[in-house]
């Protein structure tokens, strides 16, 4: 895989070529460190933006914001309206119906929980603005993945790694100091090697410097990981440092294991599988959410019962309003995508309560 000037954000010019016969069998444009095909980049990038770009992310950073709130507030609804069982046995009058399809919602939404509190989490550590935060949170309490020290003088402190970095355009562009041989890369991977990097899934990648060492990582994020890396000298064949995986803290293996999984990597197929099932799964559940909403609307939709939530705030007591604003707050800041769209939320919310209250 190469990378040029023009190259996309995380994107590399890819050459198939046979290890016999040292044919050219493909020539592509491929994504991120494991190179995935064009018709997996389209969908990677229509899951997170929407193919609009920058602009589409905010669309998948929005809905990882509130998943999570929206996963809660149905349990506890659940848990504080159960349908009685004498109505889910009950002839098929509307009310029965509605009680009915509400407990096939309920139940499949916490069956769904746990997953869906997993992907809301997950997904934040990529949104823009929510993941920046996140990464300065655990950069101040040292909860970075470290990465190798390319610095060959040794006088630079350790690197620490992004592990989205195939999402993002942290590649380097400089042409190189020297032109590469084919010898530097077989020294190179020997010493790499010999230090114990074993995967049969490897990234070599050269050093745009002179002063700087070559990285050789395993790139397997399968069960169990093999991800460690080896910073290597091309001028001596010297590993000057290596940063193993097991020696990782838990919240940066935590996290490894948790962006591979939502990935679909960390336990092949059957990771693939179990997401596609969830994904199935959280569709039926937002077709009968629908479809309940539908069944409960007012005969009289100009006169809806449905409550503003400043009606709501009005029957609180000044201390369940005191923490929930400190709550609010310290999530806006925390999540900006949900600070804002919670705002406009109140603004149409106050003008439901304002034309309420002329009614």
């Known amino acids: 895989m190469f990378r040029f000037a023009d190259s996309a954000p995380s994107e590399t010019r890819a050459l198939f070529i046979d290890p016999k016969?040292?044919?050219?069998?493909?020539?592509?444009?491929?994504?991120?460190?494991?190179?995935?095909?064009?018709?997996?980049?389209?969908l990677d990038y229509l899951h997170r933006s929407l193919l609009l770009g920058d602009i589409g992310r905010n669309y998948s950073e929005l809905a990882a914001?509130?998943?999570?709130?929206a996963a809660l507030g149905g349990v506890l609804l659940w848990a504080v309206q159960r349908t009685p069982r004498r109505a889910k046995a009950a002839s098929a009058s509307r009310t029965q119906r509605i009680l009915r399809l509400r407990s096939w919602?309920?139940?499949?939404?916490?069956?769904?929980?746990?997953?869906?509190?997993?992907?809301?989490?997950?997904g934040l550590t990529w949104s823009r603005w929510a993941g920046d935060n996140i990464n300065a949170l655990r950069a101040h309490y040292g909860w970075l993945t470290p990465a190798v020290n390319t610095q060959l003088d040794n006088g630079m402190p350790p690197m620490m790694l992004d592990e989205h970095a195939e999402h993002h355009a942290h590649m380097m562009r400089h042409a190189p100091d020297t032109p590469l041989s084919a010898a530097q890369f077989d020294g190179v991977l020997a010493a790499a090697r010999a230090s114990g990097i074993d995967a049969a899934k490897l990234e070599?990648?050269?050093?745009?410097?002179?002063?700087?060492?070559?990285?050789?990582?395993?790139?397997?994020?399968?069960?169990?990981?093999?991800?460690?890396?080896?910073?290597?000298?091309?001028?001596?064949?010297?590993v000057t440092d290596k940063v193993e995986f097991a020696n990782f803290g838990l919240l940066a293996k935590l996290t490894r294991w948790g962006?591979?999984?939502?990935?679909?990597?960390?336990?092949?197929?059957a990771n693939q599988l179990v997401l596609a099932l969830f994904g199935?799964?959280?569709?039926?559940?937002?077709v009968l959410g629908y479809r309940l909403w539908w069944q409960r609307r007012p005969a009289q939709p100009r006169h809806s019962p449905a409550e503003t939530l400043i009606q709501a705030w009005q029957r609180m007591s000044l201390s369940l309003?005191?923490?929930?604003?400190?709550?609010?707050?310290?999530?806006?800041?925390?999540?900006?995508?949900?600070?804002?769209?919670?705002?406009?939320?109140?603004?149409?919310?106050?003008?439901r309560w304002y034309r309420a209250q002329r009614a």
Not at 22 to 27: H, I, P, S, T, Y
Not at 65 to 69: F, R
Not at 223 to 238: C, E, G, K, L, M
Not at 280 to 286: E, G, H, P, R, Y
Request: hydrophobic fraction near 55%; charged fraction near 10%; glycine fraction near 6%.
């Open 65 to 69: 914001s509130w998943l999570w709130v």
């Open 21 to 42: 016969t040292l044919a050219v069998r493909g020539d592509l444009t491929v994504y991120g460190t494991s190179g995935i095909l064009p018709l997996r980049t389209t």
């Open 259 to 269: 962006v591979d999984a939502h990935m679909g990597i960390l336990f092949g197929v």
């Open 321 to 351: 309003r005191f923490l929930l604003s400190v709550v609010l707050i310290a999530l806006a800041f925390s999540l900006p995508v949900m600070g804002i769209s919670l705002v406009l939320f109140l603004l149409l919310d106050a003008w």
């Open 105 to 122: 919602h309920s139940l499949l939404g916490v069956a769904l929980l746990i997953g869906l509190l997993f992907l809301s989490a997950t």
């Open 204 to 238: 070599i990648r050269p050093s745009y410097q002179a002063n700087r060492a070559w990285i050789v990582g395993e790139i397997d994020r399968r069960w169990p990981t093999q991800v460690d890396s080896v910073a290597v000298n091309p001028h001596t064949w010297r």
């Open 280 to 286: 199935l799964a959280l569709c039926v559940l937002i």
